[in-house]
């Protein structure tokens, strides 16, 4: 144990060398494949940045074609998938079903082995069935009959389809939540060796298939402290504006360590002077609220909770800013899409980056099976004791 450095939460660890993404935490830059978000945020789309991650450059006409060709071949389930939809009761967590459905296709898919020449296929197919995957496990908890995809629609519109149309009554989302949507998982795509990622690696470390990896990349980004922020966001956000408290009265509780509370949205692990996805959804949620015509409270409070949380000591000293979940939520509020469907949103995004990872690991010669080791503080060695002794 003597050679073993304790390092919790892997802070100082690094794991793996990666071109994906790069992230200067104290000057808030973030890149995908040498691409800053901002450019990204203004020129891209979430189906194009994705194409760019996985791949490593941008794509040229004939390239994106062909990639959106296959999103829409694969964006239909096997009718057979219908009955585990069945299965699941109508309050079960939209990410339940996300992981567990996506082993399921790994169940038809992936036979466990690497096919590096599918590997854009079987990535699209991922990427696509996620999204019937996640409306329909929406339109299920609501008793709604299922939406098939529409070829013609592209990736983020055809989602709101699947999401919001009726039988004989096709939602057609406007532009501006489309640009939102596509905003949104862009932003999301991918952000180097964050748990989930780290998850997705760990898995694939021991050459498990793409779709097994990447089900488990969905339980990590669950959790509260990762993705399942921005419905813990929300809810905040959501307590202190009907339980009449003051921004101030918020920041107070979060500040103390004995209430259980801490400021959902705040802090990073790598960032440590501001977020840039922050910054660009801040901006967003004006404009998208504005344009929508959408007056919501919530934002009232978070940019109180903000402007206060940025000149406190407390929050100050320990570096803590916004993050990308702190204005998300209110962007997919306004959008109409339901708290519950928040970090399948987030997970969809993620995907892209989840597969560029698990591929970069599988070319990468000096990827060795993960294998953290410990620090034992357990008993030493002791005599087992008959059970009429104990
Ligand atoms: N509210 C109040 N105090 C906080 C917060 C917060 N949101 N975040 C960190 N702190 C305090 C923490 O208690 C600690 O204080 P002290 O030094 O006195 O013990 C100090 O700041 C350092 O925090 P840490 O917990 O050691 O930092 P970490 O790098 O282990 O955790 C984090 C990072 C993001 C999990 C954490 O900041 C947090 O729990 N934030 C709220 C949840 C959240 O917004 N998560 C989304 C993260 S970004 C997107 C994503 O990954 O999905």
């Not at 003597?2 to 793996?16: K, V």
Request: overall charge neutral.
């Amino acid at each position: 144990t003597g050679l073993i450095t304790l390092d919790p939460g892997f802070g100082n660890t690094g794991a793996c060398q990666s071109g994906v993404t790069f992230i200067d935490g104290d000057q808030g830059i973030l890149r995908y494949r040498g691409l800053p978000i901002e450019q990204l945020a203004e020129h891209s789309t979430f189906v194009e940045t994705a194409w760019l991650l996985i791949n490593g450059k941008l794509p040229n006409k004939a390239e994106l074609d062909q990639f959106s060709k296959r999103l829409t071949k694969h964006a239909p389930l096997h009718e057979g998938f219908k009955n585990h939809f069945e299965g699941f009761p109508l309050n079960a967590p939209p990410m339940a079903i996300l992981s567990a459905m996506i082993n399921t296709l790994s169940s038809s898919s992936c036979d466990g082995k690497l096919h590096e020449d599918d590997i854009d296929d079987l990535s699209a197919k991922l990427m696509s069935k996620v999204r019937t995957i996640a409306a329909y496990s929406y339109r299920r908890s609501l008793g709604l009959p299922f939406i098939y995809p529409d070829p013609k629609l592209r990736y983020v519109a055809n989602f709101l389809h699947m999401m919001f149309s009726m039988p004989y009554e096709q939602h057609i989302a406007s532009q501006e939540v489309v640009d939102a949507l596509n905003l949104i998982l862009m932003l999301h795509a991918d952000h180097e060796q964050n748990c989930s990622t780290s998850t997705v690696r760990v898995v694939g470390s021991s050459k498990a298939n793409l779709y097994a990896s990447c089900a488990a990349g969905v339980g990590a980004l669950w959790g509260p402290l990762h993705g399942g922020a921005n419905v813990a966001v929300l809810e905040m956000l959501e307590a202190i504006h009907e339980g009449g408290m003051s921004a101030a009265e918020a920041l107070a509780l979060a500040k103390d360590k004995q209430s259980g509370f801490k400021l959902m949205g705040f802090g990073h692990r790598v960032y440590k002077n501001f977020d840039p996805r922050a910054l660009i959804l801040k901006r967003a949620a004006d404009r998208v609220l504005g344009r929508l015509g959408v007056q919501d409270p919530l934002l009232d409070v978070a940019r109180k909770l903000e402007e206060l949380a940025l000149i406190d000591p407390y929050f100050v000293e320990r570096k803590l800013y916004p993050n990308v979940d702190f204005y998300s939520g209110i962007i997919m509020r306004a959008m109409g899409i339901p708290t519950s469907m928040f970090t399948v949103i987030f997970a969809i995004g993620r995907m892209p980056g989840w597969i560029a990872h698990w591929k970069e690991q599988n070319h990468d010669r000096a990827s060795r099976i993960a294998r953290p080791r410990q620090i034992y503080i357990g008993p030493k060695e002791q005599v087992y004791t008959p059970m009429d002794q104990r």
